[in-house]
């Protein structure tokens, strides 16, 4: 007869599989802190972005996304979960407590969407022409929604454009400051474990030197505009307010509508510097008909060719027992 496994064997793994989340830059900043039977989830802010997300907004969300693998994990697992969202002033790190009730008798439904946690990967090149199907955008608008965010695709050759413009304005605003282009070299890695945004060993230091000390939102932003416009689908996902807790769902619903996705073969890529460049950030919400605060621009559609998987870091710098 198999053995059950402990509760620590089994908080590992849960663990293992929410470290599957994107994060911005691939910073994983994450910390998890196991007891019994409950995992917090606390934010690393030794792993922050000053520049490129000054407030910790984008840092949040990729914890949010964390969270939501590690309840989809448990709930593979037949677990049953308490998710208690805890961002509070005066513990602003100590982001949730997930506690494990007990084994359920019945398979929750969405336990199938784990499935997905280890094939959702960023696709960076350009996706194949052909159009995303109705069935799978109202399934990812659903899931936003089922996060208390809302995913709204962009519809029609105008509000495209517009917002194709804005991620070419987004490049140049970034790539013209010294500080910004400095902090995303420092996280530009040739390790094939561990952290950043992996580049190859043979063109590592041009690529750092370059990116370091030359202004390039040009090339980037004519880039950024021929993956835009030949995305099938662009889709702005927001919340109605603005501090931790709605990071926080943001992440959440990040995580669901990319894994919804993943569920009809789609994958996803970011498009957040006009997000991310505060003065362009009301354009994105007009957008949206100004409503609530736009969080993450994604663009959607079918890779032509399989993604290899970025490095995470080791799960023992991540976890820490109570
Ligand atoms: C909140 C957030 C913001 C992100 N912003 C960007 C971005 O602006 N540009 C980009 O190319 N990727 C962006 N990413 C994707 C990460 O770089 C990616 O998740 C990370 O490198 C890990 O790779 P993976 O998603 O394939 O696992 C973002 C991810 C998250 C969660």
């Known amino acids: 007869m198999a053995v059950a496994p402990s509760w620590s ?24 802190l196991l007891g019994e039977p409950y995992v917090d989830l606390l934010a690393d802010r030794t792993r922050a972005l000053p520049v490129n ?15 939501l ?16 969202l805890l961002p509070d002033p005066e513990e602003p790190d100590w982001l949730s407590r997930v506690s494990i009730t007990r084994n359920t008798a019945d398979r929750v439904p969405e336990a199938d969407l784990a499935r997905f946690i280890e094939e959702r990967r960023t696709c960076r090149t350009r996706f194949e022409s052909r159009a995303v199907e109705q069935q799978a955008v109202d399934a990812m608008v659903e899931a936003a929604a089922a996060e208390g965010a809302w995913l709204r695709p962009l519809i ?11 991620v070419v304005e987004g490049d140049a ?9 400095r902090e995303l070299a ?10 950043g945004l992996t580049i190859s060993a043979f063109t590592a230091p041009v690529a750092q030197m370059v990116v370091r000390n030359f202004n390039m939102g040009s090339n980037v932003g004519s880039k950024d505009r021929g993956l835009a416009e030949n995305s099938p689908l662009l889709a702005v996902l927001g919340t109605d307010g603005d501090g931790p807790r709605h990071w926080l769902a943001a992440g959440q619903a990040l995580q669901r509508v990319l894994l919804v996705g993943c569920s009809f073969g789609l994958r996803a890529s970011y498009l ?20 609530g605060l736009p969080q993450i621009l994604l663009r959607f559609g079918y890779a032509p060719q399989p993604l290899s998987p970025t490095p995470r870091r080791p799960l023992a710098d991540v976890i820490e027992w109570s």
């Open 173 to 181: 605003l970034q790539w013209s400051d010294p500080e910004w282009r």
């Open 69 to 84: 693998n590690l309840v989809l994990a448990a709930a593979d697992r037949d677990l049953q979960v308490e998710n208690r």
């Open 53 to 67: 997300d000054p407030d910790g907004r984008e840092l949040t969300i990729s914890c949010g996304c964390a969270l």
């Open 186 to 195: 420092e996280w530009m890695h040739t390790r094939s474990e561990g952290d």
């Open 156 to 166: 029609g050759d105008e509000l495209r454009r517009r917002a194709v413009n804005l």
């Open 9 to 32: 064997e089994q908080a590992v793994e849960l663990v293992g599989r929410a470290v599957m989340a994107p994060s911005s830059h691939n910073t994983q900043p994450w910390f998890f």
């Open 272 to 291: 957040n510097q006009p997000i991310q460049v505060a003065s362009l950030r009301s354009q994105v919400s007009e957008l949206v008909d100004g409503e």
